[in-house]
């Protein structure tokens, strides 16, 4: 591989903000200085962009089965889109729920991935149940394959949902291997009860998604999580936190001093649950769990990851076509398929409404789209920061650019864009993974078989603890 010099742009981590030039080799950031110097290394002008470390998503489902159907996105579609958006690596989540052995599920989930991946990734495994062989299989299988979180869900009642027990059997386990117990909090039972009355009062519009899916129960299922992750002394990670009743149970954990991560995605921080309400049911564009919530919620969610009381912003992407699988809820909204398309639009949507307005500073930005997720997920420092030694996973990023989001021309394999005429300041330029170009001036110049599976680490610091002593002694 060709030596390449990134030079003229400001160079933003989690930490800092400098103007630097950066000098690439054999995959790796080899070199930091004012300015360098090599005559046999292809020049990057970066001059009034940012350089940002390659996004990392530790939240999608690419061709996943669903709700009685699959994902819109595959690996190759869903890939390419997320480096169009500035991600360098994605965290995918791989089914077990109808597996005797979970082996088998990461067998599937290689053969999906295999020879479609643009860029990086590495798997979380979900749990929906544990017997007596899969609870001996599964630390085994973690170890063996490098994953080091595990997924249950406290929701989905008829297809994914874990039993208290089965959860708790879960952190135990996580405390065990060291691996991250990933959460989706809600009350599937309750939740399924809801739904019955719902549908009982003839309410079967896509409203009724989110009606019957209160946020107090988001709230009550965060405080159990937390309590019986506490209890097995596991690491806890709530997936896509929505609202002020989760936000503040796991705020009072962190106070506690739990071992407690929050994520929360896009969406919740712009867009409110009215959506759900569009005429000819376009408010199916807006389902997803747990739901879109009344606008009040968004400040809470800002002021926690400014406090940085959340870690990290996840897609969850997971598309279904509006004309075509969103429509087998259209007499019946408990029969849409969960789920949006937001993997493209992750990290310029965080940069714009966050960064460009002024709510968070631009290294929390770096912290919560790329750093905090490396850390938490086992990545660090090989991912996840602009240092010396470290994988040159790179966006280059013009903080000027306008322009507005619109399925006409995003690369996801969907007909909708969520953030649809939304205008958003600032956009990746350039991305590089492992030193090579996956996007070129805004076009895609990478390759399927480039991406790489990332076996992971367990991640030994708690984050947000001894910083200064892990990055001053990555390094060599
Ligand atoms: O509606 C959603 N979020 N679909 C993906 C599955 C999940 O709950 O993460
Ligand atoms: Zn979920
Ligand atoms: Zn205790
Ligand atoms: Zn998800």
């Not at 300015?35 to 290394?41: G, L, P, R, S, Y």
């Not at 990851?305 to 259209?330: H, W």
Request: glycine share 8%; charged share 25%; aromatic share 8%.
């Amino acid at each position: 591989m060709a030596k390449k010099i990134i030079t003229g742009g400001t160079i933003a981590t989690a930490t800092d903000t400098f103007k630097a030039d950066i000098l690439i080799e054999d995959e790796k950031i080899v070199q930091i200085a004012t300015k360098i110097e090599d005559k046999d290394a292809q020049v990057i002008d970066a001059t009034g962009k940012y350089v940002f470390p390659g996004g990392i998503d530790p939240h999608t489902h690419l061709d996943m089965p669903f709700n009685n159907t699959v994902t819109d996105d595959d690996w190759e579609s869903g890939t390419i889109a997320a480096a169009f958006g500035g991600t360098t690596t994605i965290l995918d989540f791989v089914l077990t729920a109808g597996e005797t052995r979970l082996s088998d599920a990461v067998i599937k989930w290689n053969e999906k991935s295999k020879g479609k991946a643009a860029i990086d990734y590495g798997y979380h495994l979900m749990i929906s149940d544990l017997n007596e062989e899969t609870e001996k299989e599964l630390p085994l299988l973690l170890e063996k394959e490098g994953i080091t979180s595990i997924k249950v869900f406290m929701a989905y009642a008829k297809e994914f949902q874990a039993s208290d027990r089965t959860l708790y059997k879960a952190f135990k386990i996580g405390k065990e291997t060291g691996s991250v117990v990933m959460v989706h909090c809600e009350n599937g039972s309750v939740i399924d009860e809801l739904v019955e009355e719902a549908k009982l009062a003839g309410n079967t519009a896509p409203i009724y998604h989110a009606l019957t899916r209160p946020p107090e129960i988001e709230g009550e299922a965060t405080k159990r999580a937390i309590e019986l992750a506490h209890v097995a002394g596991a690491k806890l990670y709530v997936v896509h936190v929505t609202c002020k009743e989760a936000v503040d149970e796991i705020i009072k954990a962190r106070e506690k001093g739990y071992d407690v991560y929050g994520e929360t995605c896009p969406p919740y921080l712009t867009l409110d649950q009215t959506a759900l309400e569009k005429p000819d049911f376009e408010g199916a564009k807006y389902v997803w769990s747990p739901p879109l919530r009344p606008k009040s919620h968004q400040e809470p969610l800002w002021n926690a990851l400014k406090a940085k009381q959340l870690q990290t912003i996840g897609s969850d992407q997971c598309s279904f076509n509006f004309n075509g699988k969103k429509q087998l809820g259209i007499n019946d909204f408990s029969k849409i398929p969960n789920g949006g398309p937001f993997i493209e639009d992750r990290f310029s949507v965080l940069y714009s409404e966050g960064v460009a307005k002024g709510r968070i500073s631009l290294n929390d930005f770096v912290d919560m789209i790329s750093t905090n997720a490396a850390k938490i997920f086992g990545l660090y420092p090989q991912k996840g920061t602009i240092a010396i030694g470290t994988d040159a996973d790179i966006v280059i990023f013009d903080p000027n650019a306008k322009r507005t989001i619109s399925a006409e021309n995003h690369h996801m394999n969907v007909d909708y864009n969520a953030f649809e005429g939304l205008e958003v300041l600032g956009e990746p330029v350039s991305v590089l993974l492992r030193g090579e170009f996956v996007i070129k001036d805004k076009q895609f110049v990478g390759s399927l078989d480039y991406g790489k599976y990332l076996k992971r680490k367990v991640a030994k610091e708690q984050v947000g603890v001894l910083e200064v002593a892990v990055s001053n002694s990555y390094l060599f």
